[in-house]
């Protein structure tokens, strides 16, 4: 209950909790409380890609969105809560 | 035997450190706290192995492939410098991702014990963790602990010091193939690795609740990192805590300090009496007494600040404005992580450059290691406090908008950098690990709050006493090491050493030579400004005033060194935003790695501090007095001057040399 309060107060998120028609191709499309598999992260920063390997982002591995927040996506994978911003949400494909 | 403790970001590295050795290093619910290698013994009472235990606390990683200069300091570490023991300190909650950095380390060969840290979360996050099946399935000891608490300590010495001088099996070992392998057969190791984690997590761990549920903490985030609240409630923490030391909490205490300092003054006064020769009583009791309790006085404030900095830092709220700034900073080129090294700057300037660490990405990191100096630190505090409470009533106003005028230069300066680098809007990325929420430890932001009050009183009794009484004496006498009369101070050494600095400071409103050599004495250590006024300005109305100060109108002092108000302002944002103290240079010249950049940013912070005071000084005697103040011509041309060095920076268009600056040549 105090929850839905908050979030009614605070959750300033209309572009993901609609319901998209559109197949989500990467993180940005996502739906908040959605869990989903990666297809892969797509970026030129070799060494970034490495990174997210290392924390267990990496294809065929799970997702879930916990919210967004602004250009900020707080995503969960591998028990740990991240937050990333759009340009590296818009690199991993789901 | 030499104990390495390795393991994730935030896991609790430093809080056992601390537990183990006794020290009190930095500690922080965010990660990436620490940023370099500490070592320490282990306490007896928790060795009862009878030998030596060193702990080396190390900065945490996600794996053994290094990904920012700090890992980087983990993996040479493990691999060059053979610790016989490594304490893998793992975070319960997340046993997931820590066990595959777990499972790199077993390879090494070198025996490891697992410090299940954080176990204490475990129940109230409906984990549930089969201890003796991960010890054999990962053929290693298991320890639980909770490094907050201390719990687990003593056993997990002597598991450590157990294993000692044997071997390692590894579980899953994957380095037969990774050397000379090409990348694509490391990923598949790699992923065969995670696959094995899975798979071991699965047998060991229940969880009641999936970690992907919405929690509390979520709903706390949605408010806190909210993009409009998210600043707004930045700003009102950063009010809460300089008003608190300055205004507050601080001159609560300060108040009663002054009044020993002042009894102590009258003591000795009266100690020696008349048979002492009165240059050697002045300079005990202006000189030092008088310039370091000046400085001394304005303690608890800074104890305050630190006290409050620390629950900060221990709540989890730090990762949090990294998220919210991180939109803002990006458009001006630098990165969310920017903001930890300023906020840890408010409380000292050096650890705040060597947070920069934590920032890959090169041009970011050095520009937010030129400009974290800009953030008014602890030893600032009580040039502020002394310039508002003197000239300003005791406004709150003065102290705290400090900070925000701070992180305005930050941004101007980071434009300015970004339009010189060439940067352009940066397209690094962004990701932070999000801590969980918890009460701050009293206790510990008591003992951070202990040890850094201990540091500043040595400061106070070594650097700034000498300090003082060098000032006493160059003010005595004059080149011919004769006492100069009362009232012809200017012919004394300091005084004709001071006057040519402060020829140049005419424009800005406070070109005595006075207010020349604090400002001078300041690049030593910055709380010298205050301890130099006091000497200069004669100590016993000082100190009379100084209690004023902190009570209630304190005129004398303002009429004394004869500043109007926005000349003092001046003066205040002189000293603020100049070039910090040497020992900060030093931590510059550290982390830039580059002499350009050093001296560039030296240059910068030059410039940027006399602009900033001739800006105040000229602008605010024009609304006052409805005319400019004197050297108003002079100063435009030294402004036009830095303006035109920048311009001609953002405008030559050699590539080249922006490239050579981007790679550090």
Same mark, same amino acid.
């Given at each position: 209950?105090?929850?839905?309060?908050?979030?009614?107060?605070?959750?300033?998120?209309?572009? %993901?909790?609609?319901?998209?028609?559109?197949?989500?191709? %990467?993180?940005?499309?996502?739906?908040?409380?959605?869990?989903?598999?990666?297809?892969?992260?797509?970026?030129?920063?070799?060494?970034?890609?490495?990174?997210?390997?290392?924390?267990?982002?990496?294809?065929?591995?799970?997702?879930?969105?916990?919210?967004?927040?602004?250009?900020?996506?707080?995503?969960?994978?591998?028990?740990?809560?991240?937050?990333?911003?759009?340009?590296?949400?818009?690199?991993?494909?789901? | 035997?030499?104990?390495?403790?390795?393991?994730?970001?935030?896991?609790?590295?430093?809080?056992?450190?601390?537990?183990?050795?006794?020290?009190?290093?930095?500690?922080?619910?965010?990660?990436?706290?620490?940023?370099?290698?500490?070592?320490?013994?282990?306490?007896?009472?928790?060795?009862?192995?009878?030998?030596?235990?060193?702990?080396?606390?190390?900065?945490?990683?996600?794996?053994?492939?290094?990904?920012?200069?700090?890992?980087?300091?983990?993996?040479?570490?493990?691999?060059?410098?053979?610790?016989?023991?490594?304490?893998?300190?793992?975070?319960?909650?997340?046993?997931?991702?820590?066990?595959?950095?777990?499972?790199?380390?077993?390879?090494?060969?070198?025996?490891?014990?697992?410090?299940?840290?954080?176990?204490?979360?475990?129940?109230?996050?409906?984990?549930?963790?089969?201890?003796?099946?991960?010890?054999?399935?990962?053929?290693?000891?298991?320890?639980?602990?909770?490094?907050?608490? =201390?719990?687990?300590?003593?056993?997990?010495?002597?598991?450590?010091?157990?294993?000692?001088?044997?071997?390692?099996?590894?579980?899953?070992?994957?380095?037969?193939?990774?050397?000379?392998?090409?990348?694509?057969?490391?990923?598949?190791?790699?992923?065969?690795?995670?696959?094995?984690?899975?798979?071991?997590?699965?047998?060991?761990?229940?969880?009641?609740?999936?970690?992907?549920?919405?929690?509390?903490?979520?709903?706390?985030?949605?408010?806190?990192?909210?993009?409009?609240?998210?600043?707004?409630? @930045?700003?009102?923490?950063?009010?809460?805590?300089?008003?608190?030391?300055?205004?507050?909490?601080?001159?609560?205490?300060?108040?009663?300090?002054?009044?020993?300092?002042?009894?102590?003054?009258?003591?000795?006064?009266?100690?020696?009496?008349?048979?002492?020769?009165?240059?050697?009583?002045?300079?005990?009791?202006?000189?030092?007494?008088?310039?370091?309790?000046?400085?001394?006085?304005?303690?608890?404030?800074?104890?305050?600040?630190?006290?409050?900095?620390?629950?900060?830092?221990?709540?989890?709220?730090?990762?949090?404005?990294?998220?919210?700034?991180?939109?803002?900073?990006?458009?001006?080129?630098?990165?969310?992580?920017?903001?930890?090294?300023?906020?840890?700057?408010?409380?000292?300037?050096?650890?705040?450059?060597?947070?920069?660490?934590?920032?890959?990405?090169?041009?970011?990191?050095?520009?937010?290691?030129?400009?974290? +100096?800009?953030?008014?630190?602890?030893?600032?505090?009580?040039?502020?406090?002394?310039?508002? =409470?003197?000239?300003?009533?005791?406004?709150?106003?003065?102290?705290?908008?400090?900070?925000?005028?701070?992180?305005?230069?930050?941004?101007?300066?980071?434009?300015?950098?970004?339009?010189?680098?060439?940067?352009?809007?940066?397209?690094?990325?962004?990701?932070?690990?999000?801590?969980?929420?918890?009460?701050?430890?009293?206790?510990?932001?008591?003992?951070?709050?202990?040890?850094?009050?201990?540091?500043?009183?040595?400061?106070?009794?070594?650097?700034?006493?000498?300090?003082?009484?060098?000032?006493?004496?160059?003010?005595?006498?004059?080149?011919? @090491?004769?006492?100069?009369?009362?009232?012809?101070?200017?012919?004394?050494?300091?005084?004709?050493?001071?006057?040519? !600095?402060?020829?140049?400071?005419?424009?800005?409103? @406070?070109?005595?030579?006075?207010?020349?050599?604090?400002?001078?004495?300041?690049?030593?250590?910055?709380?010298?400004?205050?301890?130099?006024?006091?000497?200069?300005?004669?100590?016993?109305?000082?100190?009379?005033?100084?209690?004023?100060?902190?009570?209630?109108?304190?005129?004398?002092?303002?009429?004394?060194?004869?500043?109007?108000?926005?000349?003092?302002?001046?003066?205040?944002?002189?000293?603020?935003?100049?070039? +910090?103290?040497?020992?900060?240079i030093g931590a510059m010249n550290a982390e830039l790695e580059s002499r350009k950049w050093l001296w560039a940013g030296i240059g910068f912070q030059?410039?940027?501090?006399?602009?900033?005071?001739?800006?105040?000084?000229?602008?605010?005697?024009?609304?006052?007095?409805?005319?400019?103040?004197?050297?108003?011509?002079?100063?435009?041309?030294?402004?036009? !001057?830095?303006?035109?060095?920048?311009?001609?920076?953002?405008?030559?268009?050699?590539?080249?040399?922006?490239?050579?600056?981007?790679?550090?040549?």
């Amino acid at each position: 209950m105090e929850l839905a309060v908050i979030n009614k107060l605070f959750g300033s998120n209309t572009k %993901n909790s609609k319901a998209k028609l559109v197949k989500p191709e %990467n993180l940005t499309d996502a739906k908040i409380n959605h869990s989903y598999l990666i297809k892969g992260v797509e970026t030129k920063d070799k060494a970034m890609k490495d990174f997210m390997f290392t924390l267990g982002c990496f294809e065929g591995e799970k997702v879930t969105l916990i919210s967004v927040l602004a250009d900020n996506y707080i995503i969960n994978v591998k028990d740990a809560r991240y937050s990333i911003d759009m340009d590296l949400a818009k690199a991993i494909l789901i | 035997m030499r104990i390495a403790l390795i393991g994730n970001p935030n896991s609790g590295k430093t809080t056992l450190f601390n537990a183990i050795t006794g020290k009190i290093e930095h500690v922080g619910n965010w990660p990436g706290v620490t940023v370099a290698k500490k070592e320490g013994e282990a306490k007896r009472n928790l060795n009862k192995t009878g030998q030596d235990i060193r702990v080396v606390d190390l900065p945490g990683a996600y794996s053994i492939s290094p990904f920012t200069s700090e890992e980087s300091i983990t993996s040479d570490f493990v691999r060059n410098e053979n610790p016989d023991v490594i304490i893998n300190i793992v975070d319960a909650s997340n046993l997931n991702r820590s066990l595959l950095f777990t499972t790199q380390l077993l390879e090494l060969g070198i025996p490891l014990v697992i410090a299940l840290n954080k176990s204490d979360l475990l129940e109230k996050k409906g984990i549930a963790i089969n201890l003796d099946e991960l010890a054999k399935r990962l053929g290693c000891e298991v320890v639980k602990t909770v490094s907050t608490q =201390g719990e687990g300590l003593t056993e997990l010495i002597a598991k450590a010091s157990g294993v000692f001088g044997r071997g390692q099996q590894a579980p899953f070992d994957g380095s037969s193939i990774a050397k000379g392998a090409d990348k694509a057969a490391f990923e598949a190791i790699e992923r065969e690795r995670f696959a094995f984690v899975d798979k071991l997590v699965q047998e060991v761990e229940v969880r009641k609740i999936a970690s992907f549920a919405q929690t509390r903490q979520d709903a706390a985030d949605r408010i806190i990192a909210h993009k409009i609240w998210g600043i707004p409630i @930045f700003a009102a923490a950063i009010y809460f805590v300089f008003s608190m030391s300055q205004t507050y909490l601080g001159p609560l205490f300060a108040d009663i300090l002054v009044g020993w300092i002042d009894s102590f003054y009258a003591f000795t006064e009266a100690l020696m009496g008349e048979g002492v020769s009165p240059l050697l009583g002045a300079l005990l009791l202006d000189g030092i007494i008088g310039g370091v309790g000046a400085v001394l006085g304005f303690l608890p404030l800074i104890m305050v600040l630190f006290f409050i900095l620390a629950l900060l830092e221990d709540c989890g709220y730090m990762a949090r404005v990294a998220v919210v700034m991180d939109r803002y900073l990006k458009k001006v080129g630098l990165s969310g992580r920017s903001i930890i090294p300023m906020v840890i700057g408010t409380g000292c300037a050096i650890p705040g450059i060597m947070a920069t660490r934590t920032i890959r990405d090169q041009r970011q990191r050095r520009t937010t290691a030129m400009l974290t +100096p800009f953030m008014p630190c602890g030893a600032k505090l009580p040039v502020i406090a002394l310039f508002a =409470g003197v000239f300003f009533g005791e406004a709150a106003w003065v102290g705290t908008s400090m900070y925000f005028v701070g992180i305005a230069i930050i941004i101007l300066g980071a434009l300015i950098v970004q339009k010189i680098t060439k940067g352009g809007p940066s397209r690094s990325y962004f990701i932070m690990e999000l801590p969980e929420y918890r009460w701050p430890s009293l206790k510990r932001a008591f003992l951070s709050m202990m040890s850094r009050a201990k540091a500043f009183i040595i400061k106070a009794g070594t650097i700034i006493l000498v300090c003082n009484a060098a000032i006493h004496i160059m003010q005595t006498f004059n080149w011919n @090491f004769q006492v100069v009369a009362e009232g012809m101070e200017s012919t004394s050494i300091l005084g004709s050493i001071a006057s040519p !600095f402060a020829l140049l400071l005419v424009p800005l409103g @406070f070109g005595v030579w006075q207010l020349a050599a604090a400002a001078v004495t300041g690049f030593i250590a910055k709380e010298n400004v205050v301890g130099t006024l006091a000497v200069v300005y004669g100590i016993s109305n000082f100190i009379d005033t100084k209690e004023l100060l902190l009570v209630s109108g304190a005129t004398d002092v303002a009429a004394i060194m004869g500043l109007t108000s926005v000349a003092a302002l001046a003066y205040l944002m002189f000293n603020l935003f100049t070039p +910090p103290c040497f020992a900060a240079i030093g931590a510059m010249n550290a982390e830039l790695e580059s002499r350009k950049w050093l001296w560039a940013g030296i240059g910068f912070q030059f410039g940027m501090g006399y602009t900033v005071a001739f800006l105040v000084y000229q602008i605010g005697t024009l609304i006052t007095t409805k005319s400019f103040g004197t050297g108003v011509i002079p100063g435009l041309l030294a402004v036009a !001057f830095f303006a035109g060095i920048i311009v001609y920076l953002i405008n030559r268009n050699d590539q080249l040399v922006a490239v050579g600056l981007e790679e550090g040549v």
